[in-house]
């Protein structure tokens, strides 16, 4: 087994952040929520902007996906995150039905890219091997492009040091 639980149990800590995708007709913005216990992005959106909503799209897929109790998401603390829809959304019952607490936001100091380095390797592994190595005329090629990494390859195929080079998706059905 390996050891690499998070703090507060299987699935309890999610790391989350913002990246963009250049495309001929201007940036595609992608938030991600990763379960930081497998590695899997649990939830992700994109748009042509980075108004609240990106996130509070990415956390409401996350909630959908997970069904963990004192879930802590942890982000940066830029500009959407801090936003008072962010945390009304954390702590509302309604982002997850099951789950009295809601979802308890997390945010790392100011100028500390340390304690968020799990999103920005998973944002250095989609530069790296997709983003560098391709031209995208629109927004919806890209979109589609990064959806095929994200669920067609990251999650069910991607071999990672940290989970004894299982998947996102093996760690999880192995635990």
């Given amino acids: ?96 039905p099951s789950m009295d607490a809601g979802v308890r936001p997390s945010m790392g100091s100011v100028g500390d890219c340390y304690d968020n380095a799990m999103c920005e390797s998973f944002f250095a592994t989609l530069e790296c091997e997709l983003i560098e190595r391709e031209t995208y005329a629109t927004r919806p090629e890209a979109r589609l492009s990064v959806f095929t990494f994200i669920e067609g390859w990251y999650n069910p195929d991607r071999l990672h040091s940290a989970l004894d080079y299982q998947s996102p998706v093996a760690c999880e059905e192995e635990h």
Avoid at 41 to 63: F, I, S, Y
């Fill in 1 to 96: 087994m390996p050891d690499h639980e998070a703090p507060t149990g299987r699935r309890g800590l999610w790391v989350a952040d913002i990246t963009y995708v250049p495309t001929n007709a201007g940036f595609l913005y992608l938030a991600v929520v990763l379960d930081a216990f497998s590695r899997r992005v649990v939830g992700w959106a994109m748009a042509g902007h980075l108004r609240t909503e990106l996130v509070l799209d990415a956390l409401d897929m996350a909630a959908q996906e997970r069904n963990s109790d004192e879930t802590i998401h942890h982000s940066d603390q830029g500009t959407p995150c801090t936003a008072i829809d962010f945390g009304e959304r954390c702590r509302a019952e309604s982002v997850r």
